[in-house]
């Protein structure tokens, strides 16, 4: 009953963030004008309030997803799409689209992020195959080293063909640009949360090891693939449409664990309302601290992620 009674709370919490965030911004809106059909708050909250706030809740449930099935499938606490260097390859699959396709559809853009991105996962699990000492920090100091490397390529390239402003505004996760017409692609970041918990007890017997996973009947490397397509998949539709966003499906999974346990398909609704509600505070923080200026999502939750993060190691530790 507790666990529910939680549950409720957060989307509580989730619902009044979100009247907040609607209501704040440079030009004046009115929530009561916008439910009783006054034409200037209903054009101002379909066309950037709303679209801004569905946005917001898409990309801090689908990395806080993204980071949980990374950290089950490899059995670590600090693996997640920013420390085993998804986000990473994705910038280096938005790179060769804007190279070779310029300024063709985003679906293309995130198709050879997405390709990338899946290659790079796969070359990260098979590092971790190969490793001898899997130190719960030893794995994701190897996944950032890797991402670093990418990262440096990904801007030796950009700065040899001219583009490294175009690649840079890729490094900051902002939603200011988030208007009708621009987003809706993160929409499919929901069946893909949806597949999530259909093979969430899978991925939950996956962490246990591949020869016990192979005992119970469990083909263990499609399960780990599918996890590896789900994340990849997740992480360039965010990284195409928002930016790089750090600290979220590190943090989330984790505070959620502590007090539900590590089971994905109790914890999953969770972990997404929660990351939601993360991202759309600091959202919210970001537009406020120097209104009517904006500072964007992706350093606020830098700072207060990498605080809650060493809440995180410093409670493991105890």
Known sequence: MLKFYKSYIYIVILIILSIISLQIGVKDFSLIGALFKNPDDVFLVTISRLPRLLAIIITGAGLSIAGLIMQTITNNKFVSPSTAGTMEWCKLGVLISILFFGGQHKLI??????????????????????????????????????GNVVSALT????????IIQNISSWLQGNFSTVIKGNYEILYLGIPTAIIAYIYSNKFTIAS????????????????????LVLV???????????????????????????????????TIFDIAILG???????????????????????????????????????????
């Open 208 to 227: 246990m090891g591949e020869e016990f996973s192979i005992n119970l009947g469990l083909n263990y490397q499609k399960i780990v693939t599918i996890g």
């Open 276 to 318: 939601a509600i993360f991202v759309l505070a600091c959202d919210i923080i970001g537009r406020i601290a120097i209104y009517p200026y904006e500072i964007s999502v992706s350093t606020i939750i830098s700072v207060l992620g990498s605080l809650i993060f060493l809440f995180i190691l410093f409670k493991k530790e105890k």
């Open 109 to 146: 853009k995130i198709f050879l992020a997405f390709i990338i991105a899946l290659v790079g996962n796969f070359l990260f699990m098979l590092i971790l195959k190969n490793l001898k000492f899997k130190n719960s920090l030893m794995v994701p100091l190897i996944g950032m080293m890797l």
């Open 232 to 266: 990849s998949f997740i992480t360039s539709l965010i990284v195409v449409t928002i930016g790089s966003i750090p600290f979220v499906g590190l943090i989330i999974p984790n505070l959620v664990s502590m007090t539900k346990g590590d089971s994905i398909r109790n």
């Open 155 to 162: 801007s030796f390239i950009a700065y040899k063909y001219e």
